[in-house]
């Protein structure tokens, strides 16, 4: 994109500010979005406005363009994580379906970066075929989202509508309902682990994507790594996660999330010194995917984690607020690592993300403590 819009870091990095535009958008009406549609025509929603970008994308439009479609994108990423998460909190054993569920798109980060590599590596192809496959799977999800959702608020009553109907009394009047949604709405934000969990996810996230978007930069200015090859480096992170997420999960349950996370957090912070410091690309490499290994089974933990603190009367609108608010750091960061970059150079990326995992801890250390459900 650098190369065919003649642009340099500070604004390639838009796209991920356009990017939390769209993921912060999203926070403020995915709840009510699904409450009017449906669990199934809000995730629709959400794959055709992920589809509009895309196809936008295809046509090499001008930059500014670009830049707006990665804003539909990250709203679209935003309502489909968001009630994705809430919906798998909430079945049994979650802390390992979230693994299960976020291993899932560990496996998409390592084969994406693997196909964009060998066609940013072919003089022939133009970079923009790579959302050809954005868009042909965003095509199947909008499919399999309706299909397997259509009649979920019939024929499966979720575990929050069976509360609501115990604990308080559904106003027939839609005035009514608005004020109860702004005083729920209210009530998350008030919340001590609502505020917490967004920060700490727009930190874990942050990290995530600022690694996985500015790594090979790095490796190519400070490593003289070869692009062609230190391109498959991402790769490499993004297995680590998936590996992470579908292997540590349950260690991390019998262990203890809250502890769990702890370590591991500090074992990324470790290994990120050792690729800052390490002038060795083949080492660098390694280290990297360790980062991703211990970074891996921190979202699923900690979604699990915020689930058992918050009340389930404000859980969808909390999670959601979470999930929305907290991934806008995965656009955040990487725009404002760009900038820095920029500015002196890609080597950035190592303190900003080292600052990011301390931000983690501080987060996870100020939580409240995991007690009994009262309901």
């Not at 190369?3 to 356009?18: C, E, H, M, R, T």
């Not at 549609?37 to 929603?45: F, H, V």
């Not at 360790?290 to 969808?316: D, E, K, N, T």
């Amino acid at each position: 994109m650098e190369k065919q819009y003649n642009i340099g870091y500070a604004v390639v990095s838009l796209i991920f500010i356009s990017n939390a535009i769209g993921f912060l958008s999203a926070a403020l009406f995915t709840e009510a979005l699904q409450d009017r549609l449906g669990r199934a025509k809000a995730l629709m929603i959400a794959e055709a406005l992920m589809l509009a970008g895309y196809l936008a994308i295809l046509f090499m439009p001008p930059y500014a363009v670009v830049v707006v479609c990665f804003f539909l994108i990250g709203l679209g990423m935003a309502i489909n994580l968001a009630l994705n998460n809430v919906f798998i909190s909430n079945l049994a054993n979650s802390t390992s379906m979230l693994g299960l569920f976020h291993g899932s798109y560990g496996v998409g980060g390592t084969i994406g970066p693997l196909i964009a590599t060998a066609i940013a590596s072919h003089s022939a192809t133009h970079w923009n075929r790579y959302y050809f496959l954005s868009f042909a799977v965003t095509v199947a999800n909008l499919f399999f989202a309706g299909w397997a959702f259509w009649h979920y608020e019939r024929d499966a009553v979720s575990e929050f509508s069976l509360l609501d109907q115990q604990t308080a009394e559904v106003p027939a009047n839609s005035d009514e309902r608005q004020n109860t949604k702004r005083q729920l709405l209210a009530q998350a934000l008030r919340s001590k682990t609502t505020l917490l969990g967004a920060l700490f996810i727009f930190a874990y996230q942050g990290a995530e994507v600022s690694i996985s978007g500015w790594i090979i930069s790095f490796l190519i200015s400070y490593r003289a790594g070869n692009p062609a090859e230190v391109g498959y480096v991402t790769a490499g992170f993004w297995a680590g996660i998936t590996i992470g997420r579908f292997v540590l999960t349950h260690p991390a349950h019998r262990v203890g999330e809250r502890l769990f996370v702890v370590l591991v957090v500090i074992g990324a912070i470790i290994f990120e010194l050792l690729v800052w410091l390490v002038p060795n690309v083949i080492g660098d490499a390694v280290a990297v995917s360790l980062v991703g290994l211990l970074l891996g089974p921190i979202y699923p933990c900690a979604m699990h984690v915020f689930s058992r603190l918050l009340p389930r009367r404000i859980q969808v609108t909390s999670l959601s607020f979470i999930s929305a608010t907290g991934s806008s750091g995965g656009a955040i960061a990487p725009f404002t690592t760009g900038i820095m970059a920029q500015a002196v150079g890609t080597f950035v990326l190592h303190p900003v993300c080292i600052a990011l995992f301390v931000a983690m801890e501080g987060c996870w250390f100020l939580l409240p403590k995991v007690s009994k459900r009262k309901e």
